[in-house]
């Protein structure tokens, strides 16, 4: 059992690239959302999907998209990188009421824009 | 609209000193609550949770929180802390019983021995 995989762990980019991160899991869960954390600021919604289909934005949407074609996995794409992106991001994943389990998350994406 | 106060950047505390990490939130609906940890260079873990029923939940690594509705407050405490304790720890709330956990800007805790 893997739980959410998250991958790269580590990522270098320079302005104006576009990348896409990973996001995998192998629960069965319906909920599935991306984070980025940034020093002093916790954690803030990106994007987030209750189903293969369905996804919608958080509260920093801007500069990313996502799509979801499967129940197991959630990419995040950067169109065009820009040193304000340079962040760590978490994917995470529950059961579509969070108060049964709460989420599980990913271990990490570090990524850093130059 | 929800939102979640964490009282304290940084707290310290010495080995074996009662922890006590403080969370405020506000909710337009009945919360959920939750305490995250992470430790250094990992993910999240979840440490504990209340949604309904008994406001004193106890989690993982002997930490417990109590829900007080009337204070807002859903503050995290350990009796004894431990080196181990050391990390940065999160208060989230939920928007209703349907995803999208909001997050506290988090609080590192330091132990020294």
């Known amino acids: 059992n893997a739980g959410v995989t998250q991958t790269p762990k580590f990522q270098v980019l320079k302005t104006g690239q576009s990348m896409t991160l990973q996001c995998a899991q192998d629960?069965?869960?319906?909920?599935m959302s991306w984070y980025r954390q940034d020093p002093g600021m916790g954690l803030r919604l990106i994007h987030y999907s209750v189903g293969a289909g369905i996804t919608d934005q958080g509260e920093v949407p801007n500069g990313y998209n996502v799509s979801r074609s499967t129940t197991e996995d959630f990419p995040l794409r950067l169109l065009s990188a820009a040193p304000s992106q340079t962040s760590v991001y978490f994917c995470?994943?529950?059961?579509?009421?969070?108060?049964?389990?709460?989420?599980?998350f990913g271990s990490g994406t570090r990524l850093t824009v130059v | 609209a929800q939102s979640v106060t964490q009282l304290g950047s940084h707290v310290s505390v010495s080995e074996g000193a009662l922890v006590l990490l403080r969370c405020n939130y506000s909710?337009?609906?009945?919360?959920?609550l939750f305490w995250y940890v992470q430790y250094p260079n990992q993910g999240l873990q979840l440490l504990l949770k209340y949604t309904t029923g008994a406001t004193l939940v106890k989690g993982i690594n002997g930490f417990e929180a109590e829900f007080k509705k009337s204070e807002t407050s859903f503050h995290l405490t350990k009796p004894s802390a431990h080196m181990s304790d050391a990390a940065e720890y999160f208060c989230a709330v939920s928007r209703g019983s349907q995803g999208n956990l909001i997050f506290g800007k988090g609080t590192k805790l330091s132990v020294k021995p």
């Open positions: 909710s337009s609906v009945p919360p959920y």
């Open positions: 629960m069965n869960h319906e909920y």
């Open positions: 995470a994943s529950s059961y579509l009421l969070v108060g049964r389990e709460g989420y599980t």
